[in-house]
């Protein structure tokens, strides 16, 4: 299933981030006073689910020294009810960001990914 719009995540709208480091597993954005996590689970965890970063299109540094003023997540289901896909589009006055989890589980954990924002 398709959500019908992206949801959007007003915490982020207005942080100004200055670096970014991607991995297998997040997306994770820093700046002197606001912080972002965009993860999956990690493995090994015990829950027999496994959620990857698998693609982002568009130039990471398009998030930096800009403040963000877009922030939404939608999800798709996969082809059984285990697996499902996570997307987030982040952008700046500099352009957007499209972040794609694909995460798997055996049908009893969440393969949603999570994002986490703060402050210092």
Request: glycine content about 6%.
């Given at each position: 299933?398709?959500?019908?719009?992206?949801?959007?995540?007003?915490?982020?709208?207005?942080a100004i981030f200055f670096t970014a480091c991607r991995t297998k597993k997040h997306l994770r954005l820093d700046g002197d006073v606001w912080h972002a996590l965009l993860s999956g689970a990690e493995e090994g965890s015990g829950n027999d689910v496994?959620?990857?970063l698998e693609d982002v299109s568009g130039d990471l540094n398009d998030l930096l020294d800009s403040p963000i003023t877009l922030a939404e997540e939608a999800a798709r289901e996969g082809e059984d009810e285990a697996s499902s896909w996570t997307f987030y589009r982040i952008g700046t006055a500099k352009g957007i960001v499209t972040l794609r989890f694909w995460g798997e589980s055996n049908g009893y954990y969440s393969t949603a990914a999570d994002v986490s924002v703060w402050r210092t």
């Open positions: 299933m398709v959500t019908d719009t992206y949801t959007p995540i007003p915490q982020m709208v207005g496994s959620i990857d």
